[in-house]
């Protein structure tokens, strides 16, 4: 497959030199300053607004990843339901506003329900007669303004999981995300699938990956090669997708190095 630029997520103060760097070579950028918890509560406008002076001339895909601190996609509390989906709504709003092409949602699958799963067997599919009520007007919404909604996985041991999902809904807006770090946690500590199982387990409904490297402790969000990932393999498993991802990578220290790091994955996907 041919594979889309690499890009990375960035926040607001990010070093200019690493934004420019990213605008001019016109790639990715997803924009992570409206996932704090009660952010959308406040007034974001002036935020947004520097933002669209910021992003202005960047003719490569924005994308926005969307609030997700409490707000469970799988949430069966209708009154609460109506407050995640009208939060996702407002996120809509600053993706139209900013030109976003994709907003990055949390699943809401975890691994008691993957053991559990025979066990109550009612509760996935609850899980995602929720979802489908959440997602119904945000979807709508997205489907409006050519927005895609990239359903990330978290706490997922079974892949499956989230691509059942998708499928029940059957919604061309709605299609997966892929955190690599999250992945190797989850096969790390709770014996899941690696990350090129995850992977391959997207079938042809994989939109965007966040690349982020990790140790299998905790969700360190390094650059990739710093930590346990076998990226060789990543690269590998990425080429025989059947669809092109979004490829952005997702650090939370050491933004100076996302050049090196994206020419070293560039490197395996032989861009």
């Not at 990213?22 to 704090?36: H, K, Y």
């Not at 601190?69 to 799988?74: E, N, R």
């Not at 999902?165 to 061309?172: D, L, T, V």
Request: net charge negative.
């Amino acid at each position: 497959m041919t594979f889309s630029k690499l890009g990375a997520a960035i926040t607001f103060n990010v070093e200019e030199e690493i934004f420019n760097w990213l605008r001019d070579a016109e790639r990715p950028i997803e924009v992570q300053d409206f996932t704090s918890p009660n952010i959308l509560n406040s007034d974001f406008t002036g935020l947004v607004l520097e933002y669209k002076d910021k992003l202005k001339s960047h003719k490569g895909t924005i994308g926005l990843h969307g609030p997700f601190f409490g707000l469970d996609l799988g949430n069966r509390e209708i009154e609460l339901q109506k407050l995640i989906s009208k939060r996702l709504l407002v996120a809509l709003d600053i993706c139209e506003q900013l030109g976003a092409k994709y907003i990055v949602i949390h699943s809401p699958f975890n691994d008691w329900m993957n053991l559990n799963k025979r066990q109550y067997p009612h509760v996935l599919s609850s899980t995602i007669s929720a979802m489908t009520d959440i997602l119904e007007a945000p979807l709508k919404r997205a489907s409006d303004i050519g927005c895609t909604l990239v359903l990330e996985n978290c706490d997922d041991t079974d892949p499956k999981m989230r691509l059942n999902a998708i499928q029940e809904i059957n919604h061309p807006n709605l299609r997966l995300s892929l955190d690599t770090g999250h992945a190797f946690l989850s096969h790390s500590n709770y014996n899941a699938p690696s990350v090129i199982d995850f992977i391959d387990a997207a079938e042809g409904y994989l939109a965007h990956v966040h690349l982020q490297d990790v140790d299998g402790y905790a969700d360190r969000h390094w650059l990739p090669g710093e930590g346990s990932i076998t990226w060789p393999a990543v690269a590998d498993a990425l080429k025989n997708c059947p669809t092109k991802p979004h490829l952005v990578i997702e650090v939370r220290k050491n933004m100076h190095r996302i050049p090196n790091a994206i020419t070293y994955l560039e490197s395996l996907f032989r861009l």
